[in-house]
């Protein structure tokens, strides 16, 4: 009798708490839609929020847009400032969260996902530049088809990154990074004569760089090109 009290008590407690964390979420959302539209009506909000994005009121705006985000869950503008917001803020990942939701085929939003995907591919975070990339958004640009080359290569996924990044070469992009991630993928391809090729070329491009000397000297040896190699090995040193 008492264990079957004690299941009733918890059950009661349990109940209690999933209804309140239920309506109490729709209760802070009414309170929201109370508080501000009593004040401002949707178009004054959006210009409230770009004039403080506008004047670096970053903190600031993350909490006014957190809140308009919640009231007004369909408005990509609101999106597109909190994405940028937060992407200033050095969140990038929330921001990401946030691009994610906005409609990616709008001509005025591709900016702010060459931005975000960028500083995505640039803080190391493959997995998210990836996602994007799954979900078909800006195939055809440049410098996405950039960030998505070298990101599917971290992934192991080559033959998808050898044409992401054929087609940023093809479109006239032109960086050492870029040409050394298509001789990377042409090793794992069995390709080594072409793969030293592009590697080479991004060492001329840039001397200084030990990652590109390293991978440089290897293919040297692998072509059995082994006097080559070791200069590059000596300057290593």
């Known amino acids: 009798m008492r264990k079957i009290l004690w299941f009733v008590i918890i059950l009661s407690v349990f109940f209690t708490v999933f209804i309140s964390y239920k309506y109490g979420q729709r209760v802070y959302v009414a309170y929201l839609k109370i508080y501000y539209n009593n004040m401002y009506t949707e178009p004054e909000l959006l210009d409230k929020a770009q004039k403080m994005y506008d004047s670096k009121m970053y903190e600031e705006l993350s909490g006014l847009i957190n809140s308009l985000l919640i009231i007004y869950p369909n408005n990509d503008e609101f999106k597109r400032i909190g994405a940028l917001n937060y992407n200033r803020l050095g969140d990038v990942l929330k921001s990401a969260e946030i691009l994610a939701q906005i409609d990616s085929e709008s001509v005025k939003h591709r900016p702010i996902y060459e931005e975000i995907l960028r500083d995505l591919y640039y803080n190391g975070y493959y997995n998210d530049v990836v996602y994007f990339y799954t979900q078909k958004i800006m195939l055809d640009n440049i410098n996405a088809a950039f960030y998505y080359g070298v990101s599917l290569y971290k992934k192991d996924r080559y033959d998808e990154s050898y044409k992401m990044l054929m087609y940023a070469k093809n479109k006239s992009l032109s960086l050492p990074e870029l040409n050394f991630y298509i001789g990377l993928n042409l090793e794992k391809r069995g390709d080594k004569s072409e793969a030293l090729k592009y590697v080479k ?23 059995n090109m082994f006097k080559e190699a070791e200069i590059i090995i000596r300057s290593l040193k």
């Open 201 to 223: 070329a991004a060492f001329d491009s840039d001397m200084s760089n030990r990652e590109y000397k390293k991978k440089l000297a290897d293919l040297y040896r692998q072509n």
